[in-house]
Every structure is written in structure tokens, then in C-alpha cells.
């Protein structure tokens, strides 16, 4: 079974527009972190944000949140304010066990064009 | 953030040559980094753990004879891949763990190479 799942292989948003990437996580770990990811067309990972999995408040980094619903295993990302820059592959990801240096298991990615 | 290089960007060569890859973290220590391999429009696939002083750990069906890593310090480990044919041609992403409570994984640039 995947342990990440991104159902949107591709997106459209209109530019100045809130848009909302899916991701869902399968583990029984109860200590994990979620990350997501943005790899433009260069090629080069950049890490956007991080949800705990105790956190109690879902994580904000600037024009990006994180709507963590832990009982639905479910970390959307939502980017507001679209810019034409937000334009990219988006990867959701997750390591198990808090603390640890385990390796990121990724999903398979979700590609996002702002119209503008 | 923390820094991690790649070198080289991006590399051509003749099938059945080698080619190492270099992965340096610049401002901190990484006892460990990841390698990653990442086909056109897909999602980064973990190849092997890289730990500082000892063997890395190679995911299954990644072979350890042609894709040769070593991590000889706390800044550097390098993949080399050994006879090198037009199938290895992909993006090769390393990473590593910065450290801190979220363990926060930081990537290179990323390689591509080309095998003619």
C-alpha cells in the first residue's frame, strides 16, 4: 500500500487564487512529520513546510498552511495568493518517527500551473 | 536554510565509463544523506541511505556494485556510478538531515546525467 498518496496529478489555478494540493498519509506510527516540497523546473527540492504529527495547530509558512487532519490522515496543502512563480511539481512527504533520521517517503507529485 | 551542493550539475558520457557525483552539506554536519533517483515526471525514488564511516544501505533492487557510494566525512559523500549505460540517464538528487527537532531534510540541485 503507498504510504502517500497524491490523487492530483496536475492542477490549474487562476493567478491571485487559492488552490488546495491533496495529499494522504497511511502509517501506524503514531510520531511522524509531514513535509511538502516544491521542485521547479530546475529540478532543485525546496522545502515549503512541516506538520509534527502532535502538533495541535496546523502549520502556517507565509502564503503556505498546512490543513492537517489527523484522524482523515490527511495533510492538504494550501497555497493562497497564487503567483505565476508557484508554478511546479509539488511533493507531499512523510518520515516516520519524530526525531529520527529516517529516509522521506514521497508521493508521486502534483503538477501546478497558475494561469495568469 | 541549510545548504547542500551537487557537483556536477549536470554530466554527458560514453556508455560504459563512470561517473562520480559529489553531495556536500556546507554549513553543517550530516552523519547522514540520502541518495535519490528521479525519472522524468515521476517522484524521487530512494536509492541507498549514505552514513558517515560505514557501508551505505542500498534499497532493494538498487545495485550496490554499480552504484557505488561513500561517505568518508561528515561533509561529503559521493555516487559513483560504475559502467555507466544509457538506462542509469536520470536526475540524481542527494540529500541531508540538518538536524534540530524536525530533523529537516535539505537537497541538492541535483545531477542529470546522460549516458550516450
Known amino acids: 500500500a503507498q504510504k502517500i498518496t497524491q ?51 496546523n502549520a502556517t509558512e507565509g502564503r503556505y498552511s498546512l490543513n492537517f487532519q ?6 492538504n496543502l494550501v497555497i493562497s495568493a497564487s503567483q505565476l512563480g508557484d508554478s511546479a511539481m509539488y511533493f507531499c512527504a512523510m ?7 529516517g529516509n522521506l517517503i514521497f508521493g508521486k507529485g502534483t503538477k501546478l500551473s497558475v494561469k495568469p | 536554510g541549510a545548504v547542500v551542493s551537487q557537483h556536477p550539475s ?6 560504459g565509463t563512470s561517473v562520480k557525483i559529489e553531495c556536500r552539506s556546507l554549513d553543517f554536519q ?8 528521479q525519472f522524468p ?31 568518508a566525512s561528515l561533509t561529503l559523500s559521493t555516487l559513483t556510478v560504475t559502467s555507466a549505460h544509457p538506462e542509469d540517464s536520470s536526475f540524481y ?4 538531515i540538518h538536524g534540530g ?7 541538492g540541485p541535483g545531477t542529470r546525467l546522460t549516458v550516450l
Open chain 1, 7 to 57: 490523487t492530483q496529478p496536475g492542477m490549474f489555478v487562476q493567478e491571485k487564487e487559492a488552490v488546495t494540493l491533496d495529499c494522504t498519509y497511511d502509517t501506524s506510527d503514531p510520531s511522524y512529520g509531514l513535509f511538502w516540497y516544491k521542485q521547479p523546473s530546475s529540478g532543485e527540492m525546496i522545502f515549503l513546510i512541516y506538520q509534527g504529527s502532535y502538533d495541535q495547530q
Open chain 1, 70 to 75: 489527523k484522524a482523515r490522515k490527511s495533510a
Open chain 1, 95 to 101: 518520515r516516520e518517527g519524530l526525531g529520527s533520521q
Open chain 2, 10 to 15: 549536470w554530466v554527458i558520457c560514453k556508455s
Open chain 2, 30 to 37: 550530516a552523519t547522514t544523506m540520502f541518495w535519490y533517483r
Open chain 2, 41 to 71: 515526471k515521476q517522484s524521487l525514488m530512494l536509492m541507498a541511505t549514505s552514513n558517515e564511516g560505514s557501508k551505505a544501505t542500498y534499497e532493494q533492487g538498487v545495485e550496490k556494485d554499480k552504484f557505488l557510494i561513500n561517505h
Open chain 2, 93 to 96: 538528487i542527494c540529500s541531508a
Open chain 2, 101 to 107: 527537532n524536525r530533523n529537516e531534510q535539505f537537497f
